[in-house]
């Protein structure tokens, strides 16, 4: 059974940090590019982070370049996203998504984790 379960979310004040989790099973990680997005209410979905398979290459979005850290421990089966000098802009439900490398024939999801920054 495939399984992504993210962890770490809540509440939080502007400048803030929290370091989320996501737990991968079922799959084999360390073939997989792992991402996170993040949907704030009432905007589409936004790509936040990427991370290579063997963690050697990553990817930001402009928003978050500088304060966002995306992190994989393959022998964990887990990937991070270290988000320091949060704003209240950064309030959304985070999700971790894996897509296999380099067919891309596969697309897994996250059930999310909410994410508020507010004082």
């Known amino acids: 059974q495939v399984q992504l379960v993210e962890s770490g979310g809540g509440l939080v004040q502007p400048g803030g940090s929290l370091r989320l989790s996501c737990a991968a099973s079922?799959?084999?990680?360390?073939?997989?590019?792992m991402r996170w997005y993040r949907q704030a209410l009432g905007k589409e979905r936004e790509l936040v982070a990427s991370?290579?398979?063997?963690?050697?290459?990553?990817t930001y979005a402009d928003s978050v370049k500088g304060r966002f850290t995306i992190s994989r421990d393959n022998a964990k089966n887990t990937v991070y996203l270290q988000m320091n000098g949060l704003k209240p802009e950064d309030t959304a439900v985070y999700y971790c998504?894996?897509?296999?490398?380099?067919?891309?024939?596969?697309?897994?999801w996250g059930q999310g984790t909410q994410v508020t920054v507010s004082s």
């Open positions: 991370i290579s398979n063997g963690g050697e290459q990553t």
């Open positions: 079922g799959f084999t990680f360390s073939s997989y590019i």
């Open positions: 998504n894996a897509r296999n490398w380099p067919l891309l024939t596969t697309n897994y």
